[in-house]
Structures are given as structure tokens and as C-alpha cells.
DNA sequence: GATGATTTGTACGTATGTATA
DNA sequence: ATATACATACGTACAAATCAT
């Protein structure tokens, strides 16, 4: 691999060109949100660098930058390690994520405009569908599409990536696990009423209903997780 | 200066020492958010290395972990700059630190024990004394402790992190501004309200006192901002 | 627009600390 | 407990990009 080019971005000459090490930053970063790296797995530099055909130099800012981001971990002289937690620090890590949620929805309960809310609407209609014919993964993917809508609708990128690099945390967490099974069709009611309430403008009524359908979700997980 | 021996900690030969690029970070970052480095200061990496008695690596190193903190900001093969944000984005920071506030009041008035409760009641009245002299070095020190209360109350480490992460961006900017006047009583004021609905165990109550006050103190600190 | 100076980016070597037999 | 193996931490050298002239 070259020093500074990336491979894959030789469209735009003259747009700041990612480094290498935001490259393998996110690399990484994508390995252990999907699963691929589980906690408690043990990075190794040289490993990493002959992987990715670079130095160590590079490998080590990569982890620096995931280390305080909170996906890995870093004990002086002892190496790097996939960030793993304990029971009650992961109900705290759900506890905050709901919290945080819970004001995406307040302020998208007053600052959405009349057409995402609209959109909000057509999306979550658009679940009913999916609950009869239980397709999870389909399902899966609108209720992605349905929270970052909210997210969006907060109108504020600092909430925002809050809430992105808290749930790229959470997530890291969810593959240790079992998937959680039979929710679909109560997931879907408790969207209706963030909806119900973001359309209609009340922002503590969505916030409550936001934190709610996460404490739900958290603890249907959190039950499942190891240690 | 020795590898990874730090001067300043000879103490406890068998606690973890803390490596240079922790002490560095440190350094840096207190640097920043005590206003020494303002926004838009750039930081050389051979600059700071003289100053430190150190290498470029080890610099860089904690350059890295500082970007994602968000203190500083990298461009590629640009160099380092204190992070300086537009008017737009510091009314979300203020917006977003305001709501996290008020999350950690809600979940204090929820969690916090009766012990927490006397403790926070006794700070509060503490306050009023400081008011009537005007002292106001004393009141922002009081005022740290209310709050930073508040948010142990809420029994969350993970929001506790985020809150105090959120805090050290806010504060690198409050020394690019001037000094907020007369606030001094309304602040207790506010304070006395949240108190209230915390010792009464009031979530909601204890949320939304929170935010407006925070609010109030954004409104008055932003209107100062450059930019 | 080209050239030299400055600065950032990466590779690599060596020392130090940790783990294991 | 000592020695050996191994991984990490930092320093140094070189390459590439940016900036100033």
C-alpha cells in the first residue's frame, strides 16, 4: 500500500484524501461493531500492521483514536484489548443510551418540520407490513431508519454523534449475545406512540415514550449478556 | 528524559505508571480547556515536542486521541488546530450540554440517597451567603461542586463521562468570550428550583429546571461568542 | 507556476516492560 | 526466583505533502 493514497479514492483529486489511519481506524472500528472482533480479543500491533500492510506507527494512532472512543481498551505496556464490560456498566451504557434517545425524540418533537414528520410517518407505517409478515431483517433495517430519522429531526449534530458513537458502543456489545426474539410486533406499538407524540409537538410525552421503548429494549438484552 | 518512567511518580512502583502519552493528553487538554491554547491556536508537532523533552511520536499519539475527544482538530498532512467551531454549532453544543444536564437531574432526583440529598441541600445553602458578599470566585467554585454533585447523584458513570467530556469542549471556549455579569443570584435561584424538585424526588420537575436553567446560562454565554 | 523550506506521514530500530517456563 | 521470549514505547530516519517565496 502506498504511503498517503487510498486505493479506493481517486475520484476527487483535490478533496483531503483520508489518511491512513482514519482508514484503519474505521476498519477496525467496523470489525468490532459487526461482530467480527468480540470483547476481551486481544489487538496486536504487529499483527495488525502485516494485515493491513503498514508500519506499526499508523496501527498505533488507529488505536489511540478507538481508545477514546471507548471501543477498545489500553493498559500501558500490556496491549490492547476489545473493550469488555460488566453487567452493571452495560445497564448503565443502556440506561444512558435511552436517556439520550429520549432527547433525540424531545427535540424532535420540536423542531421537525412538516415534511419529516411526514416521512417519520410514512416510514413507520410502512413497519405494519413487515410485523404481519414477521421479516425481521427487514424490520431491522426500518427500525434503524426510523431512529436515525429522529435523530436527524433533533437538528442537532452534536446529540447526534453522541448518540452514533454511543450506539456503535452498545452495538459492539449486542454480538456477544443472543438475538432477542418476539418483539416485533410490540416494538411496532411503541414506535406508534413516539410518533403519535412527535407529531402532535409534545416534547415531554415523546421523550417518556423514546425512553420507555429503550428501557424495554435494554432490558431484553441486557438479560441475555455474559459476565 | 527516560523512556516510559515519569518523573512526577516514583511513589507506587506497582500501580500502572502512566505512559507519556497519557501525561501529554493531559497536559494539553488542561491547556485548552484553562484557555492557555485558544481555539484556532495550531499545535506543531516539533514545537510541543521541545517543549515536553520528548519525540514526535509520542506527540502525535496524543494529538490523535485529543481529536477524538474533540478538543482538537487534524486536517490531513494540515496540521493540528484547537477546535474552533461557528456561532450555529456551539448553540447545538450549548443545546445538547443543556439536555445532558438535565438528564443527570432526572435520574439524580430518581437514584440520588437520602445521605446525597442532605449533602446537596447543605451546598445550596451554602450559596446564598456567597451571593449577599458577591463573591463570585467562590461562587463559580460552589457552583462546580452543585453540579458535578448532581451528576454523581445520577449514579451513571457512563453519562457522568459523557457529561464531563461535553463540559471540557464547553469550557475551551468560554475564555475566547468575555466574562458573564450579574448573574449571580438568579443563578441560585435556578439552583434552588432544581434542588427542590431533586430532594422531592420529582423527575420531570427536576429535568426541566435544570435544562432552563442551563439554558439561560448558554443564552447569556453565547450572545458574547465570537464567530 | 516552479522551487526551496517547513511540516506532516510512515517505516524501522532499540530499549523497556510483561508474561511464561 | 531467574531467565527467556515477546510485545509495547519511544526515538530516529526518510518520504511525501504543503506552504511561502
Redesign the interface.
Known amino acids: 500500500m502506498k504511503p ?1 493514497a487510498n486505493p479506493a479514492d481517486v475520484s476527487h483529486p483535490r478533496m ?4 491512513i ?2 482508514e484503519l481506524g474505521r476498519r477496525v472500528a467496523d470489525d468490532i461493531v459487526e461482530g467480527v472482533l468480540l470483547p476481551g480479543v486481544r489487538l496486536e500491533e504487529v499483527a495488525l500492521a502485516d494485515r493491513f500492510g503498514v508500519s506499526r ?1 499508523p496501527i ?3 488505536l ?6 471507548g471501543l477498545v481498551e489500553k ?4 496491549g490492547v484489548v476489545v473493550t469488555r464490560i460488566g453487567r452493571e ?1 452495560l445497564l ?2 443502556f ?2 443510551m435511552a ?2 434517545e429520549a ?1 433525540a425524540a ?2 424532535a418533537a420540536l423542531k421537525m418540520t412538516p415534511a419529516e414528520k411526514d416521512a417519520l410517518a410514512r416510514l413507520h407505517e410502512g413497519s405494519f407490513g413487515l410485523v404481519h409478515a414477521d421479516d425481521r431483517a427487514s424490520y431491522e433495517e426500518l427500525n434503524r431508519s426510523f431512529h436515525e430519522s429522529i435523530h436527524r429531526g433533533a437538528h ?4 447526534m454523534a ?1 448518540i452514533v458513537a454511543m450506539h456503535r458502543r452498545v452495538a459492539s456489545f449486542r454480538h456477544a449475545q443472543f438475538a432477542v426474539l418476539g418483539r416485533l410486533s410490540s416494538s411496532a406499538n411503541e414506535h406508534g406512540r413516539v410518533v403519535r407524540d412527535i407529531l402532535s409537538g409534545d416534547p ?1 410525552a415523546a421523550a417518556s415514550a423514546m425512553r420507555d421503548h429503550l428501557v424495554t429494549v435494554g432490558d431484553a438484552t441486557a438479560s441475555y449478556l455474559l459476565v
Open positions: 498517503t483531503p484524501r483520508t489518511s489511519v482514519e506507527t498505533r494512532e488507529a489511540r483514536y478507538l481508545e477514546a472512543t493498559r500501558p505496556n500490556r456498566r448503565m451504557l440506561e444512558a436517556e439520550l432527547i424531545r427535540l442537532n449534530d452534536e446529540l453522541l415531554d
